[in-house]
């Protein structure tokens, strides 16, 4: 069985995170999507916010589940018995961060990261832009999936 953990704070999952998850479902036979808890962050959407935009939004696809953690997402891997790490790749500079994680991940165990290239319509969202286009009252929605709504 090929699982694989996408792992991020998704604060919140945009059309990026969608379009990499969805056509990942065909590589795996069950895909965690892991939200990744650190206290020293400030996030926008609270915790149980943004697994519910998750939830909703795969609430459809039963290869899906959506889960919470701390620490290292390797202890997580081993944790679930999850043998990949699924990453998605807008631009070079996110290839060389994710690569320097992946090698590291490597070394510590045994676990592969499998990259994708987000597609070309949603390369240039990130959550951080989502987030200020709504910190200033611009429209967000065509940025994320119907799930993510502010109220």
Do not use: W
């Not at 069950?30 to 400030?42: L, R």
């Amino acid at each position: 069985m090929r699982k694989a953990i996408f792992p991020g704070s998704f604060d919140p999952i945009t059309l990026g995170h969608e379009d990499i998850i969805k056509r990942s479902i065909s590589l795996f036979d069950e895909i965690v999507i892991a939200i990744g808890v650190n206290a020293e962050k400030k996030y926008m959407f609270t915790l149980e916010e943004r697994k519910r935009f998750i939830e909703e939004t795969f609430k459809n696809e039963p290869k899906i589940s959506v889960i919470t953690y701390e620490g290292l997402t390797i202890d997580l891997c081993h944790k679930i018995k999850a043998d990949f790490i699924l990453r998605g790749l807008r631009n070079p500079a996110d290839f060389e961060f994710e690569k320097a994680i992946a090698h590291t991940n490597r070394r510590l165990s045994k676990i592969e990261t499998v990259f994708l290239l987000t597609a070309a319509r949603t390369s240039y969202i990130s959550s951080s832009i989502v987030r200020d286009v709504i910190r200033n009252g611009g429209q967000y929605e065509m940025l994320v999936p119907d799930a993510v709504r502010v109220k």
